[in-house]
Nanobody
Framework: QVQLVESGGGLVQAGGSLRLSCVVSRRLSSFSDMRWYRQAPGKQRELVARIDRDGATNYGDSVKGRFTISRNIAEKTVYLEMSSLKVEDTGVYYC?????????WGQGTQVTVSS
């Protein structure tokens, strides 16, 4: 089993920044990759960012150049640094990974960007 605990969400004005954290119950080397998703009200969940075991990263088109995914292996934590936030970045942000053919999700953290 894998537990993922997100934190760091909140209310921020457009143009501001937030850093989300995802603490993982297993060593990060246990997973081929770690992902951040988000879900806005009335919309499907979408992939925001991904970091693989080697540290390579990928981003959704809507966040490229504004968001950065990183990790602290010793602390078993994955981060999502969000800057130049827009109202459309509002949603619940989830940490996600796969392990032994199962999919694991955190409880999510709410990010609200006001205009």
């Amino acid at each position: 089993q894998v537990q993922l605990v997100e934190s760091g969400g909140g209310l921020v004005q457009a143009g501001g920044s937030l850093r989300l954290s995802c603490v993982v119950s297993r060593r990060l080397s246990s997973f081929s990759d770690m992902r951040w998703y988000r879900q806005a009200p009335g919309k499907q969940r979408e992939l925001v960012a991904r970091i693989d075991r080697d540290g390579a990263t990928n981003y959704g088109d809507s966040v490229k150049g504004r968001f950065t995914i990183s990790r602290n292996i010793a602390e078993k934590t994955v981060y999502l640094e969000m800057s130049s936030l827009k109202v459309e970045d509002t949603g619940v942000y989830y940490c996600n990974t796969g392990f032994r053919y199962a999919d694991f999700w955190g409880q999510g953290t709410q990010v609200t960007v006001s205009s």
